[in-house]
């Protein structure tokens, strides 16, 4: 199923910008769409962003949109999330994640392989 370690999080001000990274092992890379999404406290894990096969096709959620950009490196089995204007609720747990086809897809229940999250906190 592959192993994904996420970096990048942190606590920053409201308004400023963080980049996450995932790094993806023991898959077939291109082979996956790949995707991320989030849970904060006391709320069911939710949708950020996807990105299909080669990065022709994205996804966000309303949430983001505008403001997140979702990115990969086939040559590198990495995905990224540029994060710009945070706000307080973007503040969650970040998991990076792999579905098991090429094309993009929003349901969580895809997504068979997880990284462990990175903690993204944003003060106001």
């Known amino acids: 199923q592959g192993h994904l370690i996420e970096s990048g999080g942190g606590l920053v001000q409201a308004g400023a910008s963080l980049r996450l990274s995932c790094a993806a092992s023991g898959l077939t890379f291109r082979s996956y769409c790949m995707g991320w999404f989030r849970q904060a406290p006391g709320k069911e894990r939710e949708f950020v962003a996807t990105i299909g096969w080669n990065g022709g096709s994205t996804s966000y959620a309303d949430s983001v949109k505008g403001r997140f950009t979702i990115s990969r490196d086939n040559a590198k089995n990495t995905v990224s999330l540029q994060m710009n204007r945070l706000k307080p609720e973007d503040t969650a747990v970040y998991y990076c994640?792999?579905?098991?086809?090429?094309?993009?897809?929003?349901?969580?229940?895809?997504?068979?392989?997880w990284g462990q999250g990175t903690q993204v906190t944003v003060s106001s």
């Open positions: 994640a792999a579905a098991q086809q090429p094309y993009i897809t929003t349901t969580v229940g895809n997504f068979r392989s």
